[in-house]
Nanobody, 124 residues
Framework: QVQLVESGGGLVQAGGSLRLSCAAS????????MGWFRQAPGKEREFVVV???????YYAESLRGRFTISRDNAKNTVYLQMNSLKPEDTAVYYC??????????????????WGQGTQVTVSS
């Protein structure tokens, strides 16, 4: 079992920044890949970015350059730095665990555990 707790969401003006955190517990942090997804009202959950235990990353092309993922293995935490935020970034952001430690998947069905989500609202 893996427990995930996201934090850092909130309300920000367009052009602003937020940093989301996802703290993991329950299994050795280095044994799995972690991803971020988001879901806007009335839309399907979509892939944002993933990071393997090696540090390898893969970004949704539309978000590359504005969003940055990192992981602190000592703190069992993954971060999502979001810059130049736009109103269309408004969504609930979820972190998730894929138990395959080197796979970089963009599919929600690949992931085994999910956090509860944190709301990000970007005002225009």
């Amino acid at each position: 079992q893996v427990q995930l707790v996201e934090s850092g969401g909130g309300l920000v003006q367009a052009g602003g920044s937020l940093r989301l955190s996802c703290a993991a517990s329950g299994r050795p942090f280095s044994s799995y890949t972690m991803g971020w997804f988001r879901q806007a009202p009335g839309k399907e959950r979509e892939f944002v970015v993933v990071i393997a235990w090696t540090g390898a990353t893969y970004y949704a092309e539309s978000l590359r350059g504005r969003f940055t993922i990192s992981r602190d293995n000592a703190k069992n935490t993954v971060y999502l730095q979001m810059n130049s935020l736009k109103p269309e970034d408004t969504a609930v952001y979820y972190c998730a665990v894929d138990l395959a430690p080197e796979r970089l998947s963009t599919r929600t069905t690949t992931y085994d555990y999910w956090g509860q989500g944190t709301q990000v609202t970007v005002s225009s």
